[in-house]
């Protein structure tokens, strides 16, 4: 148990050493309770497309959607599939990433209107599965067992996963994660959150958000 904690905590270290740090990451409590008008997509996970944004959230930007602690938004943006919705909550940003913890989502007045979508291709990508909620907010990725036992704490609630890719893809190193489907990834997928790994998907980009639709049997631990 011993060999194994450290050989986990020395491949922690070298999925960080092959990373730009993304920055620090926090709630944007100081920005407020922010509020965006947009069109809802739960396929993979939660998201929302920003149509009628404000002085910090721009329209054209699609932002992840979570819930509060460890859950996922999908309760409250259910409803909402593939309309327009007026969403509030507080923003966690670190970098390029980042994600609203979503506070309400009332049905909007604006007819609902084709998410931009464009196919990517397919890739075959290294690098590591976090937590978008933890990456975006707290917690830097590479960072051994504690880092992994939240992750999958997070991804069990529902919380959109993202690819922390060791190269960029189109200019960043995050892409939220989905099965090859198109859906929500397996419950197998939890045993590689926080590992190195190698993976082959689909990459689609929705609005400014890129999403990696993976194949689960391509993955191959380096």
């Known amino acids: 148990m011993a060999l194994f904690v450290v050989l986990m905590g020395a491949m922690g270290l070298v999925v960080g050493a092959t990373q730009d740090d993304p920055g620090s990451g926090a709630f944007r409590f100081d920005y407020g309770a922010q509020t965006v008008t947009g069109i809802v997509q739960n396929a993979p996970y939660p998201t929302l497309y920003v149509t009628q ?13 979570a819930g509060a602690a460890k859950r996922g938004a999908q309760r409250r943006t259910a409803p909402h599939e593939g309309q327009s919705a007026v969403v509030t909550g507080i923003v966690l940003e670190r970098g390029s990433i980042d ?3 979503v506070r309400s ?8 209107a084709p998410v931009p979508s464009q196919d990517l291709g397919v890739w075959r990508l290294t690098g590591e599965i976090c937590d978008g909620k933890c990456l975006a907010g707290a917690m830097r990725p590479g960072r051994g067992l504690a880092h992994k036992a939240c992750a999958n704490l997070c991804l069990l609630g529902g919380v959109p996963p993202v690819f922390v890719s060791s190269q960029p893809v189109e200019g960043t ?4 994660i989905g099965d090859s489907g198109g859906g929500a990834v397996s419950p197998l997928m939890l045993d590689y959150v926080g590992v190195y790994i190698s993976v082959e998907g689909q990459v689609v980009r929705r609005g400014d958000l890129l999403l990696f639709l993976v194949d689960d049997t391509t993955i191959k631990v380096l």
Do not use: C, S
């Open 99 to 101: 994600m609203l913890q």
């Open 105 to 112: 989502v009332k049905a909007g007045d604006q007819d609902p």
């Open 53 to 65: 944004g404000n002085d910090r959230i721009k329209a054209g930007h699609t932002l992840m959607l």
């Open 173 to 176: 190193e995050f892409l939220m």
